[in-house]
């Protein structure tokens, strides 16, 4: 648990995420004796939860953004080297031609 001097406004996203983890496999009557306890409303924690949950989407779009970023720039660099092989090629057929 957090310090208890700092009120839970001031408590880090990580801890915050921390408490709703703790929480979630808890029954409704569970996790409102927990949040009397630790002098917290189960309202904060379903909140917390579902900015932990909003989080974690986001981060999850700006992965598949980077897959996907990195999946034209594999493509583009692909063709760029076809290319230069492929004028490589016709360079040579026109220095050496077969008889």
């Keep these: 648990m957090p310090s208890n001097s700092a009120t839970p406004k001031k408590w880090s996203r990580e801890e915050k995420c921390r408490i709703v983890l703790e929480t979630a496999p808890m029954t409704e009557a569970e996790r409102s004796e927990y949040c009397r306890k630790h002098g ?5 924690v379903e909140a917390w939860k579902t900015a ?5 989407a986001h981060s999850h779009e700006q992965a ?9 720039a594999r493509y583009k660099e692909r063709f760029t080297w076809e290319r230069v092989l492929g004028e490589y090629e016709q360079l040579l057929t026109k220095w050496y031609p077969s008889k």
Excluded: D, G, T
Excluded at 40 to 44: D, G, I, R
Excluded at 52 to 56: E, F, G, Y
Excluded at 64 to 72: D, F, L, M, T, V
């Design 40 to 44: 917290l409303y189960p309202e904060q």
């Design 64 to 72: 598949r953004r980077h897959r996907k970023a990195a999946s034209r």
């Design 52 to 56: 932990c949950m909003v989080a974690n």
